[in-house]
């Protein structure tokens, strides 16, 4: 679930726009900068909401299924809306896909040129998914011990970022290559990335309603 949720079209178009910045290292490093202290620290904080209020305990399970059949609903939710994404048109750019006048796409301009908005563009991309927060549910029902049960979110958290993390590597190890090889990818998920994010939040809500009703009978 929490791979399914790196699953974010925009967040690899504002990814190409850095890498055609004067200094590609920098800006991706302070846009996953940003990315990862938000993931992290809204992982770690809706675990500790689950445990603080008791919706991951096993003797209520009233609120656990009740949780999970909202946040079934709302990747249902999520999955029609990625739907109706997916008609728009494949060639369009980056600055047209966030919005010719959106704040996102302004950040994203200043971001290609100043990392300070590079770590501010990864905060706002990076905002906790349902797929993110059902991934944390799953880890908060396991009731495993407290470190284990952090390390799996921390996990959980690397992986929604894996999509940046990876020409992260490659910008240090293989620069030459990292513009293309996104290009390509970037050019594959205009052409099915809405449709991929519609199918596996469609099977992520399912899950959590199926778990969220079999927790209540």
Not at 151 to 162: E, Q, Y
Not at 171 to 184: D, T
Request: hydrophobic share 55%; with cysteine.
């Amino acid at each position: 679930m929490a791979v399914s949720a790196a699953v974010y079209p925009p967040a690899l178009l504002v990814l190409l726009l850095l890498l055609t910045g004067e200094h590609p290292r920098g800006l991706v490093l302070a846009f996953y900068a940003g990315a990862a202290i938000l993931t992290i620290s809204a992982g770690l904080i809706v675990f500790a909401v689950l445990e603080a209020t008791g919706v991951n305990d096993q003797s209520s399970t009233t609120a656990s299924g009740s949780f999970d059949l909202a946040l079934g609903v709302v990747l249902l939710g999520v999955a029609a809306w990625a739907w109706r994404r997916r008609a728009r048109d494949p060639r369009e750019t980056p600055k047209e896909a966030g919005g010719a006048s959106g704040r996102i796409a302004t950040w994203s301009r200043r971001a290609t040129t100043s990392e300070k908005w590079a770590f501010v563009l990864g905060l706002a991309m990076f905002l906790p998914s349902p797929l993110y927060v059902l991934a944390v549910k799953d880890i908060a029902d396991s009731h495993s011990s407290t470190p284990s049960d952090v390390a799996a979110v921390l996990i959980c958290a690397f992986a929604v970022m894996l999509f940046v993390e990876i020409p992260l590597v490659a910008l240090f190890v293989r620069p030459a290559g990292v513009a293309a090889g996104i290009k390509r990818f970037d050019d594959w998920l205009k052409r099915h990335g809405w449709t991929l994010a519609a199918v596996l939040s469609l099977i992520g809500g399912v899950y959590a309603i199926a778990k969220g009703i079999n927790a209540l009978s």
